[in-house]
C-alpha cells in the first residue's frame, strides 16, 4: 500500500526525532534501528525506506538536535543578537544536565563523535561554529581588539564540557556536579566579560 508524499514527509520527521532522542540518551552507538523504529511507532523497513544506513540516519539526527541548540540559542535577542545570558542559564543548568533527550546535542555525543564518519564530524564542526559565531560577535563587542574567535571557541568548548562533565558526576556525586556547573558559568561569564578599567589601563 501506498503512502501519500506528507505521510511519508512525516514518517522521516518522526524517525529523525526518535532518532535524535534516543541518540542523545544512549550515543549512537547504544541504539540499534529496531529501538529507532518503535520509539517513532514504525517498522524498521519504513526506516530503510527512507535512510540507506543508520549512519545516515545518525547524521541527519545530529543536524536535528543541533538545529534546536541553534533555535534556543535565537529565541530571545538583546539589541539585535542573542541573548547569551539567557542562553546560558538555560544550558548550565540543572535542568539541561539532568534531560539528555532534549538538550544538547554535541555535549551528549561529543566523545563518541570521532569514532563516527566524516560527515557526521564535519556536521559536528558546523554546529559548534554556528555557536562560537554568535559568541564571538559579543565578546567583540564586550572587548573590542580582543581574539575573539579564539576566546569564543574556549567558550563554546567549556560550555560543552561543563556539561558533560557535570552530567558524568550528577549520580555519583550530585555536590561536586552542582559545583562543575557553577564553575564552567564563573569561567565562561569571565571570558565574556569587557575587562575592567584598570586592566586596560595598566
Given amino acids: 500500500m501506498r503512502i501519500s508524499k506528507e505521510k511519508a514527509a512525516d514518517n ?3 524517525l529523525i526525532r526518535a532518532a535524535s532522542k534516543l541518540f542523545r540518551e544512549r550515543g549512537i552507538d547504544g541504539v540499534g534501528v529496531a529501538e529507532i523504529s518503535k520509539e517513532a511507532g514504525l517498522t524498521h523497513g519504513a526506516l530503510y525506506a527512507h535512510f540507506r544506513s543508520k549512519e545516515e540516519l545518525a547524521l541527519e ?3 536535528y538536535g543541533l538545529d534546536q541548540a541553534s533555535s534556543r540559542m535565537f529565541s530571545a535577542t538583546v539589541d539585535g543578537m542573542p541573548d547569551l545570558a539567557r542562553f ?3 544550558y548550565l543548568s540543572p535542568d539541561s544536565r539532568d534531560d539528555y533527550g532534549d538538550r544538547c546535542a554535541m555535549a551528549a555525543s561529543a566523545s563518541e563523535i570521532g569514532r563516527q564518519d566524516r560527515a557526521i564530524s564535519a556536521r559536528f564542526t558546523e554546529g559548534y561554529m ?3 559565531r554568535a ?3 559579543q565578546i ?3 572587548d573590542p581588539g580582543c581574539d575573539a574567535l579564539s576566546r569564543a571557541m574556549v567558550v563554546v568548548a567549556t560550555m560543552v564540557g561543563t556539561l558533560a562533565v557535570a552530567r558524568g558526576a550528577a549520580k555519583g556525586n550530585p555536590a561536586v556536579s552542582e559545583q562543575v556547573l557553577q ?3 564563573h ?3 569571565e571570558l565574556m566579560r569587557a575587562p575592567a578599567q584598570s586592566d586596560v589601563t595598566s
Wanted: aromatic share 4%; hydrophobic share 60%; no cysteine.
Fill in 130 to 132: 554556528v555557536m562560537v
Fill in 88 to 90: 546560558l542559564d538555560q
Fill in 140 to 142: 567583540a563587542v564586550n
Fill in 187 to 189: 569561567v565562561v561569564d
Fill in 12 to 14: 522521516r520527521a518522526a
Fill in 135 to 137: 559568541f564571538e560577535r
Fill in 61 to 63: 539526527a545530529l543536524s
Fill in 183 to 185: 564553575a564552567g558559568r
